[in-house]
């Protein structure tokens, strides 16, 4: 049975149609995307400075545009992108990380920030996640994201990682618009 036309006061919810016909303007084209992460610690990272998160275990990369050498996704085909990132960083000692970012950058400029400040009453672990809308125009537009801790001593700090749990990653989806 082919329905062609509805009218509310002739419809039987208690009927049962069947659809033969074509959904058409659904759905869309999500790619290119990706999602890696860090699969074990990330260490000797200098305080007080940023390093990338060198998410190296890709889950997907449906186009092959996340880069796992320099850790960067490059989508060849122009459009608004979601990318979203999170991080732990770990000060390697006990309650005194101070401040620590999470950035997300298109190419050189900061496009999302995740943010905390713990002067008042340090901590030894933080979990950052930013997210962000980008237009990305297809050709060398690219986007990274990287992490900030200051300790406040001096010393190393960490980006914690796992071979199976996702503590840390980063990844992006073309939005359909």
């Keep these: 049975m082919a329905i062609t036309k509805i009218q509310s006061e002739s419809l ?12 058409t303007g659904a759905g869309g084209n999500m790619k290119p995307a990706f999602h890696a992460y860090l699969g ?9 400075a940023t390093a990338t998160l060198a998410c ?5 990369d449906t186009d092959s545009a996340y880069n796992t050498s320099t850790y960067t996704f490059t989508p060849q085909t ?6 979203y990132a999170q991080a732990v960083g770990d000060s390697s000692a006990d309650s005194n990380l101070r401040a620590t970012d999470l950035y997300l950058y ?17 901590i030894r672990v933080a979990t950052l996640y930013a997210s962000a809308v980008l237009d990305m125009n297809g050709s060398s ?11 406040g001593n001096g010393g190393n700090w960490l980006i914690n990682g796992h071979s199976t749990r996702q503590y840390t990653y980063f990844g992006a989806y073309k939005i359909i618009t």
């Design 40 to 48: 074990s610690a990330q260490t000797g990272l200098s305080d007080s």
């Design 106 to 122: 298109k190419n050189t400029s900061l496009a999302g920030l995740g943010t905390m400040n713990y002067q008042g009453n340090p």
């Design 78 to 83: 122009a459009g608004k992108y979601f990318v």
């Design 141 to 151: 537009d690219y986007v990274k994201a990287q992490m900030y801790l200051d300790t």
């Design 12 to 23: 039987n919810l208690a009927d049962t149609y069947d659809f033969t016909g074509t959904v």
């Design 56 to 60: 190296e275990n890709e889950i997907y």
